[in-house]
């Protein structure tokens, strides 16, 4: 069974720094593309990025809003997905979900963490 | 404002059919076979029930369908029952990007 756990949400001030992190399990993390997705309160899914698997050379792609801010990146040998995020802002406030992604679709996901960008 | 434009809300009764609309441009949805829907129930992640347009995850009953034509997607969900009264997104993919739609609310009267 495939699992995706998010963690590293919270609360930070405007401007501030975050790393969120997503562990995998029951899939070969090393040959998995995967994505995030935030979900601000009330509103739609908003793609954030993603990655390609190691042996697909691992680049990444963001959403255009976001790339100047927000990095993607991985560590086959801890399956964990990672996301680092600067320079937040309060529309960033959102929970962000850790997604496997193949072209264009999600199929599977975490439950998801909350991160709140307030003074 | 979304990429791809979906109806806000839509309802049926148990049993019924309902087909909700998502439309995009020729540079994501008319583009690629890649569109994929989401039902999403209140306070939980989003599951996929549809992708590569038409194709259903294993376990996803085939009162789940959908289409394409042009710029424009379609889910259909046939024999209405009251657990799929939920938020519905599509998404495409887009080249380097993904798009969704801004969802719609199923309401099962």
């Known amino acids: 069974e495939v699992q995706l756990v998010e963690s590293g949400g919270g609360l930070v001030q405007p401007g501030g720094s975050l790393r969120l992190s997503c562990a995998a399990s029951g899939l070969t993390f090393s040959n998995t593309w995967l994505s995030w997705v935030r979900q601000a309160p009330g509103k739609g899914l908003e793609w954030v990025g993603r990655?390609?698997?190691?042996?697909?050379?691992?680049?990444?792609d963001y959403a255009a809003p976001l790339k100047d801010r927000f990095t993607i990146s991985r560590d086959d040998s801890k399956s964990t997905l990672y996301l680092q995020m600067n320079s937040l802002k309060t529309e960033d406030t959102a929970v962000y979900y850790c997604t496997t992604y193949i072209y264009g679709y999600m199929a599977y996901w975490g439950q998801g963490t909350l991160v709140t960008v307030s003074s | 404002q979304s990429a791809l434009t979906q109806p806000p809300s839509a309802s049926g009764s148990p049993g019924q059919s309902v087909t909700i609309s998502c439309t995009g441009t020729s540079s994501d949805v008319g583009g690629y076979n890649y569109v994929s829907w989401y039902q999403q129930h209140p306070g939980k992640a989003p599951k996929l029930i549809i992708y590569e347009v038409s194709k259903r995850p294993s376990g996803v009953p085939d009162r789940f369908s959908g289409s394409k034509s042009g710029n424009t997607a379609s889910l259909t969900v046939s024999g209405l029952q009251a657990e799929d009264e939920a938020d519905y997104y599509c998404?495409?993919?887009?080249?380097?990007?993904?798009?969704f739609g801004g969802g719609t609310k199923l309401t099962v009267l």
């Open positions: 990655i390609y698997s190691t042996p697909d050379g691992g680049a990444t």
């Open positions: 998404s495409s993919y887009a080249g380097n990007k993904v798009v």
